[in-house]
C-alpha cells in the first residue's frame, strides 16, 4: 500500500510540475504573432463588437463624398460592423499645418502627391512597418513602381504610406465644342504637343461673345509631369530650371499662350475645371483622371451631364507610349490615433481585392497587381458608360518623382514664370528670375528648420 501510494504521489508531482512547464513556457505558435491560431495574437477588429469610430482626413487632392462613401466608409463597415468611418471636413482652404496643430486626430489620413512631403515634415504619420508584420500584409501585391515611391519617401526605412490608387492623366475633351466647329475628336493614338497644340488653335476662337479655348496644356508645373522633372536639386538644394529638360517644357507651355485667342480677359491664362464643366468653354484637358472622374459624376447626377470623352494624355515626341507621372494617393494612419490598430486593418481591407475592384469599377485605378480589376475600369459608374475607357491605359504611366521637402513652397516661382512669359516675357528671363527667388527661398527655408 505504501508503495501504490509514493507512486499515486510522485505521478501527481511529476504531473503538477509538466502542468507548471506549460504555463512558463508557451509555444511558438503562441507566441509568434505572424502565425494563426496565436494565443497573443494582434487584436482582430472582425472579432470585436466594441463600437468604434475612425476619423478620415484628406489632406489634398480630390475626393468626393461620394467617392469616400464607396471606397472607405461602406466597405470597412461591411468588414468591420462595429467600426464606422466618419470624414472630417475641415474649412476650405486649411493646411496640412493648420488642421494638425489645431489639436483634432484622425485615425486615417488621405493623401497625394502634393502633399506627402508636406504631411511628412510634420511627423504625424506612423511607421506602418511593424503593423505590416504584425498582420501579415503581403506588399508584393502592391504595384512596385506605387510601393517603390512610397518606401522612397523615408530615408530611415520607415513606411508612411501605403499606396490607395494610382491616380493617372488623361486627355479630357468637350464633343460638343469639336462639333460645334467641325473639328475631328482627338485621335485614339497619343498626339505630341505640337499635335495637340494644332488641334487647340483650330478651336480657339470667339463666338457669339464666348471665348473658346482649345487647349490648356496645364502650364509648365502640369507639362513637366511628362519627364517626372523635380524643381530642386535633391543634392545641392539648387533650382533645375535651366536644365535642357525644363526649358524644353516652358517653350511648350510660351507656344500655348502665343496660340491667338488664348489670353483672355485680365491676362488670364489658366483654364481648368470649372472651365470644363461649368462655362463648358475649354474644348481640352490634360489632367488627373480623378480630378475630373468624380466631379463629373456628381455634376451627371445632378442632371448637368457634359458630353465629353477621353484620349491618351500628349507628350513629347521622343516620350511617345508613355503618359505622365502616376500620382500615389496614400492612406497613413496618425501617430496620436487611439486606434492604430483598427484604423490599420481597415486600410488593409480597403487595399484587398474585392475593394480595389470597387475602385476600379467605379473610376479610380487600382493601387495592386490584378489585370483584371482594370478590365472592369469604370463599369459602375453611370458617367463612364460609353466612353472610351480603354484609352485610360493606352499609354503606360511613368513613375513619379520623389519631390524635394520644399517643392510645395517653391512652385509659386513656376507659376510667377508661367504668368510672366503669357504676358510676353522670353523663356531664359522667367527662368532665370525664377531659379533666382528659388535658390533664396530654399536658403531662407533651410536656416527655419
Keep these: 500500500m505504501k508503495f501504490k501510494h509514493s507512486i499515486t504521489v510522485a505521478l501527481i508531482f511529476i504531473l503538477l510540475i509538466l502542468s ?61 460592423p462595429n467600426i464606422k468611418v466618419e470624414r472630417i471636413e475641415p474649412p476650405t482652404g486649411t493646411t496640412p499645418e493648420d488642421f494638425f496643430s489645431s489639436g483634432q486626430i484622425p485615425d486615417i489620413i488621405y493623401s497625394s502627391s502634393s502633399s506627402h512631403r508636406k504631411v511628412i515634415s510634420l511627423g ?13 500584409f503581403d506588399l508584393t501585391r502592391i504595384k512596385p513602381e506605387m510601393l517603390s515611391y512610397a518606401k ?39 498626339m505630341t504637343w505640337e499635335q495637340a497644340l494644332e488641334l487647340g488653335r483650330q478651336l480657339t476662337r470667339t463666338e457669339n461673345g464666348v471665348n473658346y479655348i482649345g487647349i490648356d496644356a496645364e502650364g509648365p508645373i502640369g507639362i513637366a509631369k511628362n519627364l517626372a522633372l523635380p524643381v530642386i536639386d535633391p543634392k545641392t538644394g539648387k533650382s533645375l530650371l535651366s536644365t535642357p529638360d525644363w526649358v524644353r517644357v516652358f517653350n511648350i507651355a510660351k507656344q500655348n499662350y502665343e496660340i491667338p485667342g488664348y489670353i483672355g480677359k485680365a491676362d488670364k491664362y489658366v483654364y481648368g475645371r470649372d472651365e470644363f464643366m461649368k462655362d463648358r468653354n475649354l474644348a481640352m484637358r490634360p489632367t488627373w483622371l480623378a480630378n475630373m472622374v468624380g466631379p463629373l459624376e456628381e455634376l451627371r447626377q445632378q442632371g448637368l451631364e457634359v458630353n465629353w470623352d477621353i484620349a491618351p494624355v500628349p507628350t513629347f515626341s521622343d516620350q511617345l507610349g508613355k503618359s505622365r507621372e502616376a500620382q500615389n494617393h496614400t492612406l497613413s494612419v496618425f501617430t496620436k490615433s487611439t486606434h492604430k490598430d483598427e484604423a490599420f486593418q481597415a486600410i488593409a481591407h480597403i487595399l484587398s481585392d474585392d475593394t480595389q475592384r470597387i475602385l476600379s469599377r467605379n473610376g479610380r485605378v487600382p493601387a495592386i497587381i490584378n489585370p483584371e480589376l482594370e478590365k472592369e475600369y469604370g463599369a459602375d459608374l453611370p458617367v463612364l458608360k460609353g466612353k472610351k475607357v480603354q484609352n485610360v491605359f493606352a499609354v503606360k504611366p511613368i513613375q513619379e518623382h520623389t519631390s524635394h521637402q520644399f517643392e510645395l513652397d517653391i512652385n509659386k516661382f513656376v507659376t510667377e514664370a508661367a504668368a510672366g512669359i503669357a504676358k510676353g516675357t522670353d523663356v531664359n528671363t522667367a527662368i532665370r528670375k525664377a531659379s533666382e527667388s528659388i535658390d533664396k527661398e530654399v536658403e531662407r527655408l533651410q536656416k527655419n528648420q
Design 124 to 136: 504625424v504619420l506612423l511607421d506602418l512597418n511593424e503593423y505590416v508584420k504584425k498582420y501579415n
Design 20 to 80: 507548471a512547464c506549460s504555463k512558463e513556457a508557451p509555444t511558438a505558435a503562441a507566441t509568434d504573432p505572424a502565425k494563426p491560431g496565436a494565443s497573443s495574437a494582434p487584436k482582430d477588429a472582425a472579432a470585436s463588437t466594441e463600437p468604434i469610430t475612425l476619423k478620415f482626413y484628406n489632406s489634398s487632392g480630390t475626393f468626393t463624398n461620394t467617392e469616400f462613401k464607396t471606397f472607405i466608409a461602406d466597405p470597412v463597415n461591411k468588414k468591420f
Design 152 to 190: 522612397e519617401l523615408s530615408n530611415k526605412g520607415e513606411l508612411l504610406e501605403l499606396p490607395f490608387n494610382s491616380n493617372q492623366h488623361i486627355l479630357y475633351y468637350n464633343k460638343d465644342i469639336f462639333d460645334k466647329f467641325g473639328v475631328p475628336y482627338p485621335s485614339d493614338t497619343q
